[in-house]
């Protein structure tokens, strides 16, 4: 019941808030988050699937059995740690909109612990519809922290970010439901059970059907990557979406598609993953190289960021499409170190918009002098985002591209990907280091700048305060371990990815190589 | 195909691809882990220091203490190591393991690999990084307060990452060395943050240092993927165990000396990465002293020598370093001829000898390059300390025409005088360590059989020519002379003393005069390593330094080893048989007076220019410029060649464009028509349909009625008529 | 029988149908009536061969004159011009429709239906209509408003009747001919089942029994107490002698007490709910004819228009 | 009443069901073409004798009372209906002085 805990507890703490007066909102959102923290971690430290297979935190309560719906979670390493992530960052968004957020605070944290709420639904979830519920109900509490708490263009970001991902996600809903009816005419009843739809779908679909199940699931998951050219609602609701809904969009939000290719397109149509990976990579390079690029020219420091995100998913896609151990571990490091890096500096900027009530590098730079606190936090980001070694990037990004150059010689798997894939994103490297410096060249180091007539920090203290640092020093410490340390987060995945590959040795045919040095060595 | 290389290799030779029981695993050496975490506890300490803002000068006590410490261990370690060499594991970092064999896994840990070569390059970079520490105290003064602690907790950085690079046990790690260094590069150069030029420097390092890591990224890959390993004990095993020639004549064995040839370049300033060097000059000098001349950019030298099998499998790899290495030598020297800023001279000359060490491994010389880097490291230190200890006492003032004289003035002797060594050292004067070192190098140009090698060793010499030249040139204008000055823009805004009249020039103190005389002592005492006898093995030459050599990577270059012991590289060996000669005698020997001569000549020469008659400098200038026909030259060399110039049109103008055309694309194409476009298609359906909303009840009804009565029809039909199969 | 026939019968209908409603010539909508009824009649003939029938000749003939009768009234309701005919019309629609519910010996409700409609619900019709209408001179056409004088868009109305009525000939066709209606014994099942449930009703149901028979005192009882004799249902009581006692069933129970035994029986609380929704009806329409309106809203009516182009406007803001 | 049960041609279910049909369709065109309000709902009283039709067709058919049940109670819909209609065809016709469907637009964006 652990999981359900889980799910329902920030459910009812935003029934709470609902309830008791607006003052009060913020603190019983805090100690709410922090309960579910606190149960994440009780849960976290009794799971026995550490680096098996096994799943945990297991519980089923029949819904409307003659559809075959039972209201089934559970969770094996993997879906554990991304939702360790989630709890982890529910109550440092908290903490990041303590006072960010002035008017109809109940809303606001009502709707963020809805929100987390369906996050951890969608990482808990073991069957389809509670799956696919949770994950559609991810867009409306962000919906609402855009539309109402967002900046100046908030209705149409609000509207389009709604839409666009909707409209994926309701193709990935046609494929989904293809499977299952599928699996029902197949054995003649029923069933939404995620173990039972991928074991089905691994063998009971046609190579076709599998091309066409997995163009479903990729309309769903593309867009909520986000995968070029389906990445455009991205930028602009980052940009005008709140501080902590940036951060949990950034964090976990984005992850949500990457999480649905690993649990669902890479186990449940294998072959099909292996006809079209190329294809796919292309598109996660093209994505890395231009997200990096457009970067480049960015004046708005969170647009950068927002960017920046399209680039670093990217990667995380091109490890997936290795399809081999050391892309999918890298991957999977990578959707949690882009969720620590990218959401500190998410917040680092709302830090920055709060005092200052611009994001334009134009107008304001040189911030090293008047906020040092903030710019050594604002440096540190920016390496591990830029995947600095020692720090969580690095590592990562070093599996997702070993993996994908080394897809097709790594023995067991058919990776189809091959050095020439891994050179072209490499790429991305330089570029993330040319862009984000540049941004810390600018908002960070040289003269100061202030935007003329905002100096009144009444509320703030020029430089971060404590509470600030309490959000940012968790954050940091994380990026630290998970640099120095990856391998217990690694050993903890190997059952998982095993199971996510399980169909892929079977699938090494002879005529079928890497591109790269197979096909050129004699 | 799906069986790898190495596979092949195992089943061809039946060698398991273990860890050589050549190298030992030494568990208790892991002492030896201090060394690299000194520099990280001092690293602590300076942080505190900064959270705590303290103002004194504790942070570089605890950094001078640190790396003292770290020198002493290293010197500890030399002595207590035992030759071949030594793996000692640390810390795990990344291991996945997904099946047996090769290639089903993956590990890269935090451990240390000690062999002489590493065990030479610790050394020189904790001891100069110490003395640098001390010296910097002072030099550092004026931030007292401010970035004091910043610059230590930089400089500890940086010595960590050094650390690492050099003594990592794989190359992953050598990898994390490897931007780690960078980072700190970039954190020192950057350390003046509110000057605009500091700051794009600092990223300029960086950056170009990015597309260097790029190549070392991209080679770790290749590595890995052909043979089934990142660390360097099972790598050589691999290399050594089988005859690869026969075995591999795929692309990737050609590949991976290009791409480490790459990130060489990127991190030692080469043709065509040389650009962030003379930059990175805006950084403190202690740095320049410390990163960018002596310690950092030998990365790429060590980085080469490291895997330097490798280069030997694919002799083209080996011509291209050394063609790059002598043409960076010679276009360093030309443009430093020509540079009016002492510091920057002093940096197209580390680029200059830079490129010298990378001929030296071209030509199959590990061991000069490696004596090279040994001795550079150290009269480099000195030059660019008297350097800093000048901009230190003039206000910042660098401009060599605005200096004279100052071997006369109070307080400025040692610095005169320990510069006098340093510019002895690196123009090669007779008996001096550079004079040894690079002999080494120009030497084997002519000895070593290669594409034109004859004529690098005549550019080699001639840049040795060029580069006694312009390293006297800045002595005599400084230091030799009668007495002027004028103060620089100053720096450090708390000495109130900006008047020009009432400027007094405050004379460096005992930290600096100190380390600068310790220093200059070590450039000295650098050439006798070459006289000492070679205790590893009596057929080579070479002395200490050879030693040092001789248990790693890259014995392949050492002189005098005998054919047999470098079995792989036949096509790339020295020409044994027949010696060439020059005039007639042994191309060593002939060196000695050769580069004397040349050395000499070009001192001479400076000694015209920029003693006795100054004004003929002048003239000469004037006159180079009124003939068009020759005017281009001392232009290009005062513009640097136009290559930041050239960098600025190919590559940044380029890819700047790109991106403000991506973000059009993305805004206007992607964006605007493709996905709003497509949003649009329903209001404009809904425009089409609009009448139908007529607002009458009774219209509503029928669309309403009509809609499903046609659905409930079809249907109706449909099962009735058994259509589309669907059985009522 | 060509599957395509009654289609074509109803689109017949529907053609005449057509002509009726949206022509003003007298031509045109006799034909149209002419076309509609010859539609209907074939439909209704395909639609005989479709199983059995429930009664005799006579049946036949008094459903056709009823259904003749109900259909044009139909018509004739939803085509004049005169509301007043109209709501005329409709009750003769109801009467006909009665008369078929006879023939069905739905006697309970065929009165009822009288009773209600055509007595109670058509006057409340009538009252409105005068109330609404300002009795206006009928006989000339030209005093009779235009919106009773022209359809709206007869075309698409009939074509989604003719859509409607070909959902239920789709349904009709094939569904119904495997029907049978139900037999005599049925019929005695459920009367005898019926009476069961009512043992009271025994001693009135028989004729000429003796005064001490005692009849069953529950349904239990009485379930045993009711013989399918030689000549219909048997009832067995016992005399205060001790000995059983056989009668023929002379009165079964009727459809009324059918209807309304079934009614508080089987749909208590059905009946419940249809009396708290009349109740609520009651008070709505006290609720709604006691408000006053203002008779010239003509303000109102401009100001409602103005917000309502305000949410008209085009800005980029509002969406995609 | 004799209890005679014939299988002669005499008024079949299917007859029953068009007529029903038939009325249905008709208050259905009645509804979406008159303009009159009253006339409408008396068009939608059409439909509602329509579906008696079928019900009590259906109830005779099985011999199955509950039909002949329903249509009291869509007797009692329909009185509440008309009840409630006219009251709200009277307030529509004081607002606007006509009976006209068409003079009530307000459901157009």
Redesign the interface.
Known sequence: MLGWLLILLPLLTAVIIMASPARFSRLVAMLGSLATLGIAMVAAIDFDGWGTGRWGLESSITFLPELGVTLEIGADSVSMLLMLLTALLMPLAVLGSWTAVVDRTREYFGWLMVLASAMTGVFLARDLLLFYICFEFTLIPMFFLIAIYGSTNRAFASVKFFIYTFLGSLLALVGFLYVAWSLASHQGEWSFSIPDLVHFAQTGLTSSEQVWVLAALMAGFAVKIPLFPVHTWLPLAHTEAPTAGSVLLAGVLLKLGTYGLYRFALPMVPEAVVEFAPVLAILAIVGILYGALICWVQTDVKKLVAYSSVSHLGFCVLGLLALNPLGLQGSVLYMINHGLSTGALFFLIGMMYERYHTRDMNVIGGLASKMPIWSCFMVFFVLASVGLPGLNGFVSEFLCLIGTFAAGDTGAYPGVLGPWFAAFAAIGMILAAMYLLIMVGKVVFGSLREPAGVHAHDVLPADLNAREIVVLAPLAIGCVVLGIQPDFVMHAMEGSIAETLAMYPDLVPESMHAMGIKGVTP | MTVSMLNILQSAVGVPAVPMDQVVVATDLRWAGIILLLPLLSLLLCGLCAAMRVKSKLPAWCTVACLAGSFVLSVLLYVNYNPPGEVIPLLSWMNLSWGDGALNSFSANFALYIDSLSLLWIMFVTGLGTLIAYYASEYMEPDLGKGYARFFAGVSVFLFAMLALVLSDNLVMLYLGWEGVGFASYWLIGYYYTRPAAVAAAKKAFIVNRIGDLGLALAVYLIWTTFGTVQYDELMTVLESHSWRAEFEGWTISAIPFLLMLAAFGKSAQLPLYVWLPDAMEGPTPVSALIHAATMVTAGIYLVARTYPLFLLEPVSLHVVAWVGGLTALLAATIGMAQYDIKRIMAYSTVSQLGYMFLGLGVLTTYGAAYHVFTHAFFKAVLFLTCGAIMHGFAGQLDLRKLSGLRHMKGWRITSWTMLIGCLCLAGFPLTSGYFSKDAILAEAFVTQGPGFEILGWIAILTAGLTAYYTFRVWFRVCAGPVSYEPGDELHDDHGDHGHGDFHPHAPRFAINSVLVVIAVGALVAATPYFMSNKADANIAGGWVADMVHDSTARAGLPGLAESQHPHSEEVSHGAHEHPTLFGMDPHKAMYFVSGAVGLIGILLAAYLHLWKRKSADALRGWLLARGWIAWLPRAMERKWYVDELYHALVRAPLWILGHICYAFDRFIIDAVIVDGTARVPRLIARWLQPLQSGAVQSHAVVMIGGVGIIVLLLALCLRFEWLGVVL | MPTILPYIATAASAIGLLLVLASTQRVFRLIGSAVGLAGLAWLLWLASSLGDGIGDVATEVFFLVFAALAVTSAVRMVSGVKPVYSALFFVLVIMAVCGMLVVLEAFFIAFSLVIVYAGAILITYMFVLMLAQQASDTEHESEIPQYDRAPRDPVSGVIVAAIFMSIIVTAVFPAISQMTPASAADRAQSQADLLARLPRQWASSVDGAPEDVVWPKTTQEAMGAIKVGVDGLVFQGVTSSGQTFNAPIDRLPGNTQHVGWSLVASFPASLELAGVILLMAMFGAVVLARRQVEHADEALAASVGDTHAGFEDDSPEAGL | ?T??????????????????????????????????L??????T??MF?GV??AM??F????????G??F???I??????????A??????L???R??????A??????
Do not use: K, P
């Open positions: 009443m209890m005679v049960a014939t299988a002669m041609a005499g008024g079949s279910l299917a007859q029953y069901l068009i007529i029903s049909g038939v009325l249905m369709s008709i208050g259905l065109a009645g509804f979406l073409t008159r303009r009159n009253i006339v409408m709902f008396l068009c009283e059409l004798q008696v039709i009590v067709a109830s005779r058919w099985h011999w199955e009372v509950s002949q049940v249509v009291i109670f007797l009692t819909v329909a009185a509440a209906e008309a009840a409630l006219l009251a709200l065809v009277v307030l016709y004081r607002r002085d006509t009976l006209d469907a068409e009530w637009t307000e459901l157009r964006e």
